[in-house]
């Protein structure tokens, strides 16, 4: 066998070709391609599916951060608490609205932000709290929705990487005001293109939302909000209604494939993702640790094995965030992970034997 791809989505393609081609061409037909059918029956069938009142489709991740935060009244002179760890999109939003981005360092086992660091972060200007479900994997909730209320603040899930994750039993969104998803391509239910969505259990919320999505329109008269044009295409949507049928076999062909990594990968000096109680990973990314990561990185590489980096640097270390450090910030455990995080080749179709060549490879190589 020659080498392993990082991702191959023609694979997830070739297997329901007929019906996405179909439901491409159903839009191309009507030619109803903002906004109308498709987008509104996809609204509704994953606000089912994710057991929430309300869906809103929009642009992409980063619009439905943006546009989640707007709604709150969230702006200049507010702070905004994110993990310091993560997607630029998680932070540039809050900085994007004129806000400030204040960062919290990593969990010890894990890589998401540590709900016992946000006290000490949290100051009179602070609105929000933005934590990322890193990699599928869901964040603390319990603490941070016990923070948010005792100290009156918002919440804003970025779940782009978490659909179908769950808490506590129950899959994210509406525990918060607001919980943002991606359809990115490379995301576990990913569209043909950009896309996004917001979701909440408020009417209101809703409502302004779904205002700031179409230039802040509410009919066809006076205006008093000033909104953006970001709408889930309707190609998108008929793409997405298609592949959400599949998403919960997807996402068990995810975690079934974890579990073989796990068991494959037992027993060797390598930090392997945790199965926490109460909380279901989706594993949009199966990230291990290791010491001497970029030699391995190199083998790889002459193996043809893809692999990717998240993330090779934390936002403390981007100079368009420097601007909101403090002095005394420190993220020593983001540092960390960013030299010896890797994630490894995982999507429903990669086989058995692709998956035996990564992990042999990785013994291989430890075994000097
Ligand atoms: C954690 C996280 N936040 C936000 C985003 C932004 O999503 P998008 O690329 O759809 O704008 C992404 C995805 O790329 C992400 O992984």
Redesign the pocket.
Known sequence: MSGVPFLDLKRQYLKIKPELDQAVMRVVDSHAFILGPEVEAFESEIAKYLGVKYAIGVA????A?ILALKALGIGPGDEVITSVF??F??ASVISWLGAKPVFVDIEPHGFNLDPEQIADKITKRTRALLP?H?FGEPAGMDALARIAKEKNLYVVE?A??AIGSEFQGKKLGGLSPFT?Y???PT?VLGGFG???LAVTDSEPLFQKFSELRVHGAKGSGDRTTIGINSRLDALQAAVLRVKLKYLDRWIKQRRDRAKRYRELLSGLPVGLPEEKPNRKHTYNAFVITLDGRDRLLEVFKQKGIGFALYYPRPFHQFSCFKPFLAKSDKFPRAEAASKKALALPLFPELSDEEQNLVAATIKDFLKG
Do not use: P
């Open positions: 992409s991740g980063t619009d951060l993560s997607f999109s998680s990322v890193l970025d782009c990487q943002c991606s359809f990115y995301k950009d896309g996004g």
